[in-house]
C-alpha cells in the first residue's frame, strides 16, 4: 500500500521563518555592537575624521548622504520584498492573521505620535518629527527575543515580525506623504515611465533580476532628483520583482522575488544596517546633562518610543482580543504581549532614518534625535527584557481552558 507523502509546504515555511529569525536577529545583535562603537569613536580623538568624512562629497552627495539615500534604498528594497512576500504568501496573506498585528501596528503608530506631539506642543518647529517614535527596529527586537530563546513562545516571534513589517509599511507611507519637499514633475515623470517599464516586465513574466535592477537604479536616480525621498525606489521596485517561479520550477524559492530577498538578506544585516548604525548613531556627549534630557525634544522621542509603543501596541492588542476581532497568539501568556509591546519600542534604525528626514542638515536637533532615540530605545529594550525573562509561560490548561 502506497503511503501518501507528506506535504513539504508547511517544513519550508517554518524553515525559511527560522532562518528570517537568526538572520535578523544576529543582524541586530552587531548593529548593538555598532552602536557602542559609534558613540565611542564620536566621543574619542577620532571624532573630527568620523564626522570629516561622513561630510566629504563624492560625485555630488556626502558620505552621509550615499549611505542614507543611497545604502538605504537597498534596505527598502528588502522591506519591500518581505511586505510584498508576507501579504500575498505568508504570514499576513490573510484577514485574519493580519487583524491583530495590524490593529496593533496602527496603536502603536498612533499613541507615540500623540505623546510626542503632547510634550513638544509647545515648540511649533519640532512638530515635524511627529512619526520618529512610530517606528520599530525589528533587528534589534528579534536580537532581544534571541537572548531570551525558549521562554518567548515561536508565535509571539511571528506576531512581532508581522507587526514591524506592517509598521513598516506604515513608516513608508508616512515618508512618502509628509516628508516629501519641493517635486520635479519632469523627474517624477521619468520616474513614472521607469515604473511602467518594471511592471510591463511583470506583466510578460520576465523572470530574470537583471532587467529589474538596471531600470530600478534609473528609477532610484529621478527620485533622488524628483523630491520624493529616494529610498521609496527600493519599495517601487520591490513591488515589482514577481513573487512566483517560472512555471518549469515548483518551488517557491526559485521566484524572483526570493532570489533576490534571500541575496540581500545577509547584506543588508550585515552591511547596509551597520553602516548606517555606525554613520548615523555617532553622538557627542560632551556638555550633555539631565536637564538636557528633559528638554522637549529628546523628551518627547524617548517618551513616545517608551511609554506610546507600550501603551499603543498592547492597549489596542487587547481591545482587538477582547471584542474577538482576533485571538491571543498561541500559548503567549498576557504578560508576555507585554513584554514584546515594551520591545516594540526599539525604534533604532527607522527612528533615526525618519529624524533624518525631519531635520535635514541641522545638527543640533539631529543630536537631540539621537539621544532620544538611544534612550527610549535602550529603556524599551531593557525593561521588555526583564518583563520577558520573568513572565510566567501559560500552562496547558489556561491555554485549554481559553480554546473552549
Not at 379 to 402: C, F, T
Request: net charge neutral; with cysteine; glycine share 8%.
Amino acid at each position: 500500500m502506497d503511503v501518501p507523502k507528506p506535504n513539504p509546504r508547511p517544513t519550508r515555511r517554518i524553515s525559511l521563518m527560522r532562518r528570517f529569525f537568526d538572520s535578523e536577529a544576529s543582524g541586530g545583535m552587531i548593529l548593538m555592537g555598532v552602536t557602542v562603537v559609534a558613540l565611542a569613536v564620536a566621543n574619542s580623538p577620532l571624532a573630527g575624521t568620523y564626522f570629516a568624512v561622513l561630510k566629504t562629497y563624492v560625485l555630488g552627495l556626502s558620505v552621509l548622504h550615499w549611505i542614507n539615500d543611497a545604502l538605504m534604498a537597498v534596505f527598502f528594497l528588502l522591506v519591500g520584498l518581505e511586505i510584498k512576500r508576507e501579504m500575498l504568501d505568508g504570514q499576513l496573506s490573510t484577514w485574519p492573521r493580519r487583524i491583530l498585528p495590524g490593529i496593533a501596528a496602527f496603536g502603536g503608530m498612533v499613541v507615540p505620535a500623540l505623546i510626542y506631539l503632547a510634550i513638544t506642543w509647545n515648540e511649533p518647529q519640532l512638530h515635524r518629527g511627529w512619526a520618529i517614535p512610530t517606528a520599530t527596529d525589528i533587528a534589534f527586537a528579534l536580537a532581544v527575543l534571541a537572548v531570551l530563546g525558549s521562554r518567548v513562545p515561536t508565535s509571539l516571534k511571528i506576531f512581532l515580525t508581522a507587526l514591524a513589517i506592517l509598521d513598516d509599511l506604515g513608516a513608508i507611507v508616512i515618508i512618502a506623504v509628509f516628508y516629501t519637499s519641493d517635486l520635479s514633475l519632469t523627474m517624477l515623470g521619468a520616474a513614472a515611465l521607469c515604473l511602467l517599464v518594471l511592471v510591463a516586465f511583470n506583466r510578460f513574466n520576465v523572470t530574470a533580476l537583471i532587467p529589474y535592477l538596471v531600470v530600478g537604479a534609473v528609477l532610484w536616480f529621478f527620485v533622488l532628483k524628483s523630491g520624493i525621498h529616494a529610498t521609496l525606489a527600493g519599495v517601487a521596485l520591490a513591488l515589482t520583482i514577481p513573487l512566483h517561479a517560472e512555471p518549469k520550477k515548483t518551488r517557491a524559492e526559485d521566484s524572483p522575488l526570493h532570489r533576490l530577498e534571500h541575496t540581500l538578506q545577509s547584506w543588508v544585516a550585515y552591511a547596509i544596517i551597520p553602516i548606517f548604525g555606525f554613520a548615523n548613531a555617532g553622538l557627542p556627549l560632551s556638555g550633555l546633562s539631565f536637564d538636557y534630557l528633559l528638554t522637549p525634544l529628546p523628551l518627547g522621542i524617548a517618551m513616545g518610543l517608551f511609554i506610546g509603543k507600550q501603551l499603543g501596541v498592547f492597549a489596542f492588542s487587547e481591545i482587538a482580543i477582547r471584542l474577538d476581532l482576533a485571538d491571543m497568539p498561541a500559548g503567549a501568556s498576557r504578560l508576555q504581549c507585554y513584554g514584546v509591546a515594551l520591545l516594540c519600542g526599539i525604534g533604532f534604525t527607522m527612528s533615526l532614518f525618519i529624524g533624518a528626514l525631519a531635520f535635514p542638515d541641522q545638527e543640533e536637533l539631529m543630536n537631540a534625535t539621537k539621544i532620544g532615540v538611544l534612550l527610549g530605545s535602550a529603556l524599551s529594550a531593557l525593561i521588555g527584557y526583564l518583563v520577558l525573562s520573568l513572565a510566567p509561560r501559560e500552562q496547558p490548561h489556561a491555554r485549554a481552558a481559553r480554546s473552549m
